[in-house]
């Protein structure tokens, strides 16, 4: 289905009301579409109070380095943020009286109380031990197999996370526990603006530029014949929130307000090829304002 039904909606929610850590997985070497919509997820899930990890197996391509939140997405998903720090002492019966903490200049300080026969131990057998914590639910994003996510799946250790597969791609396996998956959409964008529509999440000027720049890509700026209506509603829904579309090779954006002026078509030369707009055209000739001489036919 094009469009998520109340019952899938519903089951994405619960999962999310269940769970704090969420993981956010994109195949390697994602585009400005794959990378845009997991961004948004990201931001979007972030706004809501949940510990949200964004990873990807490769490093961003130089095309994906303007959308927002790129600088958070690492190459594994770092779950030990997320957990308890351990500390452990070598204990014998009369070692320590008491433990007690200070907080000063930005430290905690964990305070042992030695008892009468002192501490049996030295700094040297004090351990540390961090204990990670699994994502309960991985979003991934037009990733056709687990395969494409390398490292970042760990089949032993997320066993118990639910996976909720989004994509577009013919294909994809139709792996997850809810498979959001259709050849009938032209981006994942667009999907996962409808996602976060219709589960009520915030979306800001920032989740809205990632999502309308993927959606752009993916489409050709629209042009492309096989863009999904739900493309353009999207589009315009995110317009509505504050995204601009930048024309290619062009000083002009367009905005909400001025978006009647301007259509989704590039303007197309005498030929019928798309012609390319700059600055350059409205400026005047170099020689505009240089006098000129004006030779006439008629003899006084």
């Known amino acids: 289905m094009d469009k998520m039904d109340t019952q899938t909606q519903q089951k994405i929610k619960e999962l999310l009301e269940k769970n704090n850590t969420i993981g956010i997985a994109v195949g390697k070497d994602p585009e400005v579409d794959e990378m845009g919509a997991a961004l948004a997820l990201y931001l979007s899930l972030q706004n809501v109070g949940k510990s949200v990890s964004i990873a990807c197996p490769t490093e961003p391509i130089v095309e994906v380095a303007s959308l927002v939140g790129i600088d958070q997405v690492k190459n594994s998903f770092d779950s030990r943020k997320a957990g308890d720090l351990m500390v452990s002492f070598p204990y014998k019966e009369g070692d320590i009286e008491k433990i007690s903490y200070t907080l000063e200049d930005g430290f905690l300080n964990i305070l042992v109380k030695t008892g009468k026969l002192g501490l049996s131990f030295d700094e040297k057998e004090i351990r540390y031990k961090r ?18 996510l390398g490292k970042l799946f760990d089949l032993q250790a997320l066993k118990d996370t639910k996976i909720i597969n989004i994509d577009n791609n013919a294909e994809n396996q139709g792996y997850g526990d809810i498979v959001l998956v259709s050849t009938n959409l032209s981006s994942v964008s667009e999907q996962v603006a409808s996602l976060i529509f219709s589960l009520g999440l915030k979306m800001d000027i920032d989740i809205a530029q990632n999502l309308l ?4 890509m993916a489409t050709d700026n629209f ?30 954006t367009i905005t909400a307000a001025d978006d009647n002026s301007y259509p989704f078509f590039s303007p197309l030369n005498k030929k019928g090829h798309k012609k390319d707009i700059s600055a350059d055209e409205d400026s005047p000739p170099s020689d505009w304002l240089a006098p000129k001489i004006y030779k006439g036919s008629t003899t006084l």
Do not use: C, W
């Open 213 to 216: 720049s993927g959606v752009s």
């Open 223 to 252: 042009q492309n014949p096989n863009t999904s209506s739900l493309a353009f509603e999207m589009a315009a829904s995110l317009l509505r929130k504050g995204a601009v579309r930048t024309r290619s090779r062009a000083t002009k």
């Open 131 to 148: 204990e990670g914590v699994t994502q309960g639910v991985v979003f991934t994003i037009g990733t056709p197999r687990l395969s494409d």
